[in-house]
T-cell receptor, first 115, second 113 residues
Framework: GESVGLHLPTLSVQEGDNSIINCAYS??????FIWYKQESGKGPQFIID?????DKRQGQRVTVLLNKTVKHLSLQIAATQPGDSAVYFC??????????????FGQGTELSVKP | EPEVTQTPSHQVTQMGQEVILRCVPI?????FYWYRQILGQKVEFLVS????????KSEIFDDQFSVERPDGSNFTLKIRSTKLEDSAMYFC???????????FGEGSRLTVL
């Protein structure tokens, strides 16, 4: 079946350290992946995306790595700040994105940054 | 910055009642979605809407659910006869053409008593 899951439900890091959040997906036909950040009481907020024809993409302080061989996605946050504390979800697109498609979300990892 | 807006922010209803959740997507967007999130759980896909019709729907989106885009700006989710298990946060989302970011609203919390 279709599923996206996260290895660690919680992650606690010291301010200034790098964070790595991992995600496994099961649908080898997925062509598009996104990381979202969700703060308490708010909607998911886009962080970074990656297409299946890439294995790495960098943004500001964030990097997404995609390993299609093992169906693994990771989000790296450099110099983690207290404002990064939130739940992080990976999501994979299933279906034709040009016709709408659908994003399937993983369970979420709660990142806690200690000052 | 343009944003997706949702109303109401919180609705409390009795089981069996009809509920309509409203969304105003970003104005030039073409794809529209509803997701829901039960407290403490992951975000679940309900339905996608493109070119004035449903393009994908999940098993959750049964015949008690419907969506409409009545006037070119609003996008609504109707639940005909609410059940206790419909209690959740409902998120509307929209995006533009191509592989573009999906923008989410702040959500409408539905509590069914």
């Amino acid at each position: 079946g279709e599923s996206v899951g996260l290895h660690l439900p919680t992650l606690s890091v010291q301010e200034g350290d790098n964070s790595i959040i991992n995600c496994a997906y099961s649908n080898s036909a997925s062509d598009y992946f996104i990381w979202y950040k969700q703060e308490s009481g708010k909607g998911p907020q886009f962080i970074i995306d990656i297409r299946s024809n890439m294995d790495k993409r960098q943004g500001q302080r964030v990097t997404v790595l995609l390993n299609k061989t093992v169906k693994h996605l990771s989000l790296q946050i450099a110099a983690t700040q207290p404002g990064d504390s939130a739940v992080y979800f990976c999501a994979e697109n299933i279906g034709d994105y040009n016709q709408g498609g659908k994003l399937i979300f993983g369970q979420g990892t709660e990142l806690s940054v200690k000052p | 910055e343009p944003e997706v807006t949702q109303t109401p922010s919180h609705q409390v209803t009795q089981m069996g009642q009809e509920v309509i959740l409203r969304c105003v997507p970003i104005s030039n967007h073409l794809y529209f979605y509803w997701y829901r999130q039960i407290l403490g759980q992951k975000v679940e896909f309900l339905v996608s809407f493109y070119n004035n019709e449903i393009s994908e729907k999940s098993e959750i989106f049964d015949d008690q659910f419907s969506v409409e885009r009545p006037d070119g700006s609003n996008f609504t989710l109707k639940i005909r006869s609410t059940k206790l298990e419909d209690s959740a946060m409902y998120f509307c989302a929209s995006r533009g053409q191509g592989l573009e970011e999906l923008f989410f609203g702040e959500g409408s919390r539905l509590t069914v008593l």
